[in-house]
């Protein structure tokens, strides 16, 4: 079964400097994974995705995913933290269920507050 | 000329009520779901519908009925509410389960439903 388990609830970090959200992931098959973000009040946005080819991933916003095959992860990164980033982050793993149907399993989230 | 649309955005209701939330998706999609999101920021799935028929049908009390008069448009009605519902309630879709599909999701605002 397909699962995710982002590490850290709460992330601080202060304005320009480097954010990382980490997120690992088990799955018996070859995964697709995706980063989502969530805005106070409002509905989850796609960051960035990876399915298959380049494991550097980049996203809108300048965030940007690694994934690493062999560390089961696929960390969040983004050089230079802006105060517009502060929101929630979700990872989640893409797998089969009921026959064709693909469905996301999320992680628990990390709220990333950025500090002035 | 917003993707996926819920109605209403907030609700509040006492306990004992029905209630009803609308999800319209303008995006061509095939599949639809309805997620909950609790007070911790935990997603999780309920229901999903591909072309009117429901797929997944997670552990969910039978007073949540879901309706898909159309692979375009997703109800979900709710009786006899309690003070656990309250919660917000995330319509998603995706592009076709008959062709390659990554998964990944278009989520709506939410529906912010709180019962008293």
């Known amino acids: 079964a397909q699962s995710v388990t982002q590490l850290g609830s709460h992330v601080s970090v202060s304005e320009g400097a480097l954010v990382l959200l980490r997120c690992n992931y088990s799955?018996?098959?070859?995964?697709?994974l995706f980063w989502y973000v969530q805005y106070p009040n409002q509905g989850l946005q796609l960051l960035l995705k990876?399915?298959?080819?380049?494991?550097l991933v980049k996203g809108i916003n300048g965030f940007e995913a690694e994934f690493k095959k062999s560390e089961t992860s696929f960390h969040l990164t983004k050089p230079s933290a802006h105060m517009s980033d502060a929101a929630e982050y979700f990872c989640?793993?893409?797998?089969?269920?009921?026959?064709?149907?693909?469905?996301?399993?999320f992680g628990s989230g990390t709220q990333l507050t950025v500090l002035p | 000329d917003t993707a996926v649309s819920q109605t209403p955005k907030y609700l509040v209701t006492q306990m004992g009520n029905d209630k009803s939330i609308k999800c319209e998706q303008n995006l061509g999609h095939d599949t639809m779901y309805w997620y909950k999101q609790d007070s911790k920021k935990f997603l999780k799935i309920m229901f999903s519908y591909n072309n009117k028929e429901l797929i997944i049908n997670e552990t969910v009390p039978n007073r949540f009925s879901p309706k898909s008069p159309d692979k375009a448009h997703l109800n979900l009605h709710i009786n006899s509410l309690e003070l656990g519902d309250s919660a917000v309630y995330f319509c998603a879709s995706t592009q076709s389960l008959t062709g390659w599909n990554t998964g990944e999701l278009f989520f709506g605002e939410g529906s912010r439903l709180t019962v008293l």
């Open positions: 799955s018996s098959v070859p995964p697709y």
């Open positions: 990876y399915t298959t080819g380049a494991t």
């Open positions: 989640a793993v893409s797998r089969f269920s009921s026959g064709s149907a693909r469905q996301l399993t």
